[in-house]
């Protein structure tokens, strides 16, 4: 689900989603998808974001709703329909690809801060 408030609020603070993602440690690529309601928001970074744009949490919060399965709810009848559409798969692909980078960035900087 799209955060409308999330994303009129730091529009309207004229913040860019570059901006949001270099103070949350994240890609930009990564944050949009936070703000697109396709990767959850962790309750920490609902208050990372809400002091980076200086409003409170109630402000900019937006439950996190899960769409009830429409159709088929096999999930291997579905993984085989989506495999159908490779422009689809492409940015799957690329999109996982940037979170594994990611994970691995923030896995080295914290194999780094023990050491």
Known sequence: MQKEKLCKIRKQKGYTQQQLADFMSTNVSN???????????????????????GVSIEEIYENEETEEPKGNTNKAIGVAESASNN??????????????ALLKEENRKLKESII
């Not at 422009?87 to 594994?100: A, C, Q």
């Open 31 to 53: 944050y949009s998808r936070k703000e697109t309601g396709n990767v959850k928001i962790t309750k920490e970074e609902w208050e990372k974001i809400s002091k980076f744009l």
């Open 87 to 100: 422009d689809l798969n492409v940015e799957l692909i690329k999109n996982l690809l940037d979170y594994i």
